[in-house]
């Protein structure tokens, strides 16, 4: 039929917001979507089909042992094309289905750290990477390291995820003086250095006794760092939120005056992107795909990944000039409108997809 819709197969975490939020353009753009996941959700936008695999399996086995499954569903859903998210589990399944054109899109620490665990880690990597029609990468750190993992750089799409800019705007300004509101927001994992935060906000409440910490998210370390900001001299400026939902996470934003992510490795962080576009004045990391957002003393600050003394250096020194945190923010709201803005970047994921569907319909052998 002339008017078709065309069906794209997304395999991934159905749970994850960066999965749902891609359903959501995909059908929005007028596309049939399934989304197949081994995790239960009952909000992802589209059809969704659960693949019930035993969970007291190991991940390396439990994903593959999916595959016939997802073999079954694309035999009788005739996708145009398969997009799988994030490299060691989805992004296996699609490339041994046999399936094409199939693209992988990366999320970060399935490039950036998972292939350094071990040999196996990285032959798989190798792997997938090698057999994907095309690749999507958030940050021109990964783009590079997927190149070295094998990727050739005509089949590697770079850009960043984004944000909508209708949704996570600035706040009219406050008033407040009494001490700054800062927001971590990140998983409470080793890789983010939640624990570096909590320990710098000692020093920072000598200086600003008036400072509060809201450390929002979960994770597998999140109740020994509760006990450890408990301990602390800081135990009545930490709060913890645990998960929010991403719909308010703009008005969670608006409430606080600076934003610290000091991950030890990062591509492209959304709640970068979204904390610059509500304004709040960022403290990242000093890593390469903070470096491509942030420019040190003009639009943020920058500090080492794991030291608690200069990160509580660059808290206090930003509460004390909100010439800085005013001009950041304007330089920021400019930024992303420039090179973050959601609909702009996924249509060119949209011109991608309508390529690679006109130059190799989808087929089990092609």
């Not at 999965?19 to 909000?43: A, C, G, H, Q």
């Not at 992303?336 to 006109?358: C, H, K, P």
């Amino acid at each position: 039929m002339p008017n078709e819709k065309k069906r794209i197969l997304l395999l991934g975490d159905a749970r994850q917001v960066h999965l749902k939020r891609w359903s959501r353009f995909l059908i929005d753009r007028d596309y049939d979507v399934m989304t197949l996941s081994l995790e239960p959700t009952n909000d992802i936008p589209g059809n969704h089909r659960q693949l019930r695999i035993p969970k007291l399996l190991p991940d390396f086995v439990r994903y593959p042992m999916a595959l016939p499954a997802v073999r079954r569903i694309i035999h009788r859903f005739r996708p145009d094309l398969v997009n799988a998210h994030f490299t060691p589990n989805y992004g296996v399944i699609a490339a041994m289905s046999g399936f094409r054109p199939w693209v992988l899109s990366t999320w970060g620490s399935d490039i950036m750290v998972l292939p350094q665990r071990s040999s196996f880690h990285m032959k798989r990597t190798r792997f997938v990477v090698s057999r994907a029609t095309f690749i999507t990468s958030d940050a021109q750190v990964m783009s590079d390291r997927l190149i070295a993992l094998g990727a050739e750089q005509e089949r590697v799409l770079t850009f960043p995820f984004g944000v909508d800019r209708d949704v996570f705007s600035p706040v009219v300004d406050s008033n407040r003086t009494d001490g700054p509101r800062v927001l971590s927001n990140r998983k409470i994992e080793p890789v983010y250095n939640i624990d570096i935060i909590v320990s710098a906000f000692s020093e920072v409440t000598r200086s600003l006794p008036d400072a509060r910490l809201t450390v929002a998210g979960s994770g597998s370390l999140l109740k020994k760092l509760r006990r450890e900001a408990q301990r602390s001299e800081a135990a009545r400026s930490v709060e913890f939120v645990g998960e929010v939902l991403h719909a308010r996470v703009p008005g969670l934003l608006r409430e606080h005056d600076l934003f610290v992510s000091i991950a030890k490795s990062d591509t492209t962080s959304v709640s970068l992107l979204e904390a610059m576009a509500c304004g709040v004045f960022p403290i990242v990391s000093d890593i390469p795909a903070n470096r491509e957002w942030i420019r040190h003393g003009e639009n943020g600050y920058v500090v080492p990944p794991s030291d608690a003394r200069a990160l509580a250096r660059a808290i206090v020194d930003a509460w004390a000039d909100p010439q800085l945190r005013d001009s950041a923010k304007k330089q920021n709201a400019d930024l992303i409108a420039a090179r973050a803005d959601w609909y702009q970047n996924m249509s060119v994921v949209e011109g991608l997809f309508e390529r690679l569907t006109q130059r190799n319909p989808g087929s089990p052998n092609s």
